[in-house]
């Protein structure tokens, strides 16, 4: 079976009920502690390579960072933007499934379970 790896942050609702999910459906989990162990830029940009998304959409726009980055700004190409997500790991959407070549970005939660079905 596909190791499944969540990125996940305790103190985040949406992150605890994507693990509660998973556990409840009978799935053992590894998982990343991201704001603890943030990921390299090199392995942001696997991840968004599994997911499909461009670095912009793995932005959590509402966070302070993000304004005072001005990360907003239509200019700053992925790199940037990576860099950014690595330096304050806040900024990274949560939760994140990963199986094997694929991710999810669990928002709602229950989006983790559709990558397994």
């Given amino acids: ?11 985040c609702s949406k ?4 693990l509660e999910l998973l556990e409840s459906a ?6 990343l502690r991201y704001l603890e162990t943030p ?10 390579g599994k997911l499909g998304i461009p670095a912009r959409q793995l932005l959590r726009s509402g966070e302070d960072e993000y ?6 700004n239509p200019a700053l190409d992925d790199d940037a933007l ?3 997500m690595t330096a304050h ?3 990274i959407e ?11 970005v669990g928002r709602p939660p229950e989006k983790v379970l559709e990558l397994l079905a």
């Avoid at 079976?1 to 103190?11: A, K």
């Avoid at 990921?39 to 968004?48: G, I, M, V, W, Y």
């Avoid at 949560?94 to 999810?104: E, M, T």
């Fill in 1 to 11: 079976m596909t190791e499944l790896i969540l990125y996940h942050n305790p103190r």
């Fill in 15 to 18: 992150s605890r009920g994507a």
């Fill in 26 to 31: 009978g799935h053992s989990v590894s998982i």
């Fill in 39 to 48: 990921p390299s830029a090199d392995e942001l940009k696997t991840l968004l």
């Fill in 67 to 72: 304004k005072s980055l001005q990360l907003d």
């Fill in 82 to 84: 990576i860099a950014a």
């Fill in 89 to 91: 790991p806040k900024l």
């Fill in 94 to 104: 949560r939760p994140i499934l990963i199986a094997g070549d694929r991710a999810v």
